[in-house]
């Protein structure tokens, strides 16, 4: 009698324990799906967003480069070549007053 009621209380709790692991692997399912679709997100995100900034992005980075070597031969080398110049000047003028000084 008292293996008898052991059985039934132990098939009762085999039950319950199946019950349990059906509604965890339901929830995990569903989980899963809401993963998959916010990951979906992501790269939707991604694709329609962060590549078009990126791009932007790079083409700033190229214009600002290309900037930067029109200034270079704009400015600043005719800049360094008048400084040249005034060196060139101020030395010779330098040899020539040291040499009449002799």
Same mark, same amino acid.
């Given at each position: 009698?008292? &293996?008898?009621?052991? @059985?039934?209380? *132990? ?6 324990? !199946? $019950?349990? %692991?059906?509604? +965890?692997?339901? &929830?995990?399912?569903? @989980?899963?799906? *809401? ?6 997100? !992501? $790269?939707? %995100?991604?694709? +329609? ?54």
């Amino acid at each position: 009698m008292i &293996v008898g009621t052991l @059985l039934v209380q *132990l098939s009762q709790i085999r039950d319950l324990m !199946l $019950i349990i %692991l059906a509604l +965890q692997s339901f &929830v995990v399912g569903i @989980l899963l799906v *809401l993963v998959l679709w916010q990951t979906w997100k !992501l $790269i939707k %995100l991604l694709r +329609q967003e962060v590549i078009p900034l990126l791009d932007t992005t790079k083409e700033s980075v190229e214009q600002v480069s290309n900037t930067t070597v029109f200034v270079g031969r704009s400015v600043a080398a005719p800049f360094v070549r008048l400084q040249a110049w005034a060196a060139g000047i101020r030395e010779a003028l330098r040899a020539a007053r040291s040499q009449t000084d002799v």
